[in-house]
């Protein structure tokens, strides 16, 4: 059934999704060059959510000009649309990038993949799967068979909540791609039964459109599994050693203050995000390890080999830029 509809919650979803519009096409070339006080610049593309995080805190507290990096941040709806344009060159890195795809990229032999830094990891309801207020769906259990939204197929979303899923021995639902700023209304109309949203569109379809939380995305397997990264290419590295050793550096440190201080984040979300403070106060945030882990992503290497995402292992040890 349809959700009650909210003139200011339509409003601030289109907010949302204008906020993560593809600005990609017709950019300049992202390779790095000085700019006229000497730093390097770098083109980043990023989503507007919370993953992202880091990499603004980095910007607006000094982090990248203390590494003498000049940062240009590219918002785009997808991680995967940036990746051809970081294979032009267009881009220097990816921001929010849902692992999931670059592992199989990784493995395909289309991507020369290298994780700069880790971005978040799955903490209880950074993501939810909403139903209108008055849905028939009660528990985990009614999803199956049903209509559920995600960003991407056979991606971080639809692998944790199978897993879920399986994990409580719950039949599994069918996936529709739709994207976040998109969600909303899809559920609204009727569209999808259920939408597996992330913040800060969760708690914004949640507070203006009046969804409710048929099950806790972050629970269960899913918990603690890392969800995205700074990934980018190992020609970069090669070619810019130090530009990517000091965007590592700076990521980790705006990782470190998010980490201990989540009120950072929250100050920030609305100055990229397009969600109010009073918004930001109420959105649960990801963890947001400061250093990579090797043996975190193994674990999510094994839940994808295990759901038929991946055909083979692979090692993100060799992967990660030191």
């Known amino acids: 059934m349809a959700l009650r509809r909210s003139r200011p919650g339509t409003q601030r979803l289109a907010a949302l999704a204008a906020s993560a519009a593809l600005v990609l096409v017709g950019c300049d070339s992202g390779s790095p060059s000085a700019s006229a006080d000497g730093r390097q610049q770098l083109t980043v593309a990023a989503l507007p959510?919370?993953?992202s995080a880091a990499?603004?805190?980095a910007r607006d507290r000094g982090?990248?000009?203390?590494?003498?990096?000049?940062?240009?941040?590219?918002?785009?709806?997808?991680?995967?649309?940036?990746?051809?344009?970081?294979?032009?060159g267009q881009v220097n890195v990816i921001a929010s990038a849902n692992y999931v795809?670059?592992?199989?990229?990784?493995?395909?032999?289309?991507?020369?993949l290298r994780i700069l830094a880790e971005g978040v990891r799955i903490a209880p309801h950074m993501m939810d799967v909403l139903v209108p207020r008055d849905s028939a769906l009660k528990s985990p259990a009614d999803l199956a068979g049903k209509k559920v939204?995600?960003?991407?197929?056979?991606?971080?979303?639809?692998?944790?909540?199978?897993?879920?899923?399986?994990?409580?021995?719950?039949?599994?639902?069918?996936?529709?791609?739709?994207?976040?700023?998109q969600m909303g209304p899809a559920l609204e109309r009727g569209q999808v039964d259920a939408a597996h949203a992330v913040e800060p569109f969760d708690t914004a379809i949640q507070g203006e459109?009046?969804?409710?939380?048929?099950?806790?995305?972050?629970?269960?397997?899913?918990r603690g599994l890392p969800a995205s990264g700074y990934i980018t290419t190992?020609?970069?590295?090669?070619?810019?050693?130090?530009?990517?050793?000091?965007?590592?550096r700076a990521v980790e440190a705006a990782s470190e203050l998010a980490a201990r201080d989540p009120g950072a984040v929250r100050a920030e979300l609305p100055k990229y995000a397009k969600v109010s403070a009073d918004q930001a106060r109420s959105i649960?945030?990801?963890?947001?390890?400061?250093?990579?882990?090797?043996?975190?992503?193994?674990?999510?290497?094994?839940?994808?080999?295990?759901?038929?995402?991946?055909?083979?292992?692979v090692d993100p040890a060799p992967l990660l830029v030191k």
Not at 63 to 88: T, Y
């Open 49 to 51: 959510l919370t993953d």
């Open 149 to 181: 939204a995600v960003a991407v197929l056979n991606n971080i979303q639809s692998l944790t909540l199978d897993a879920i899923l399986d994990a409580r021995g719950a039949g599994r639902p069918v996936y529709r791609q739709i994207l976040f700023p």
């Open 63 to 88: 982090l990248f000009a203390k590494e003498g990096l000049d940062v240009r941040i590219q918002p785009v709806q997808q991680s995967i649309q940036a990746l051809p344009a970081l294979l032009k």
């Open 234 to 248: 190992g020609d970069f590295v090669k070619k810019h050693p130090k530009a990517a050793e000091g965007f590592r």
């Open 209 to 222: 459109l009046g969804a409710r939380v048929l099950l806790d995305g972050g629970s269960g397997p899913a």
């Open 55 to 57: 990499l603004y805190l």
């Open 284 to 313: 649960h945030l990801p963890g947001y390890p400061v250093t990579a882990d090797p043996a975190a992503l193994r674990r999510l290497v094994r839940l994808m080999r295990t759901e038929g995402l991946l055909k083979k292992d």
């Open 101 to 112: 795809t670059y592992f199989q990229a990784y493995e395909k032999g289309t991507l020369d």
